[in-house]
């Protein structure tokens, strides 16, 4: 039977998506916890899966590149590091760098090594780059207890001090932040690419410059006056330098971290709004 104008566009019921800007429940993403966590454990088993180390290189990595570091700019070039011992120093810059950088870049590739699941089943699209922060999280924590380790090395071992104050409380929630930073980035760089092949290749070379202007192996106080402006414009600056002074007698940089972090989460909440607003699409294109 076939129906006239008239009746096809009067249907008692249509069903269609509501997406809209400001379409993002927190509660959608709590119902799917059973699938990060799902995602997060695959991803840990097959990252190590069939090789030499296994989880020795969750340390092995990041240790030799901070010896690395130490080499060439404490030994060679000389860099200072205002008191710090150097292996410290480039152990947190390389840490959180990697946290940061592995985060991006996860979320960023994410919805390409998982485009089968996608076209089979439907979830909050986040859930994916947020089960990629949450393996970095579970190596950044690995570290971190390396990092405990060698702190209490040099306190009980060396005749440098740790500066033991309240400014430790502040080290998960600037963690927290350089996760949001990079599943925010890493989301919307996606967004971008999946239109726009060849900023692919932009990204990856915009942030292999961008850890040149972040203080991963040199203090902000090396920089001059004329371009200490730039350097805490990036929301890192101040997340990092900070991070340093929770646990030695360097400056804890309150009001510009105030800036970095609140910067972070307004280019989040931006960020993962427009993630929200075009997440339905992206499918089409993978």
Known sequence: MKLDANQIDD?????????????????????HTDLIWSLTKRDLQSSHKQTVLGNFWLIFQPLITTIVYTLVFANIIKVSTDGMPPLLFYLTGNMLWSFFADSMFGSLYTFRTNAHILSKVYFPR???????????????GVNLLFFIVAVLFYQFFTIWEVSFNLNLIAIPFLLAFVALYALALGSFSFILTTKYKDLENIIQLVMRLYMFVTPVFYPVSLVSKELSWAFWFNPLTAIFESFRACYSSS?????????????????SMIALLIFRKFESKFIEVL
């Open 11 to 31: 249907w008692e019921w249509e069903i269609k998506p509501s997406v809209g800007w400001f379409d993002f429940s927190f509660k959608k993403i709590l119902n």
């Open 126 to 140: 986040i859930i994916l780059p947020l089960s990629s922060v949450l393996v970095q999280a579970y190596k950044l």
């Open 251 to 267: 400056e804890f940089w309150t009001m510009e971290l105030y800036i970095s972090l609140g910067s972070i989460t307004v280019f």
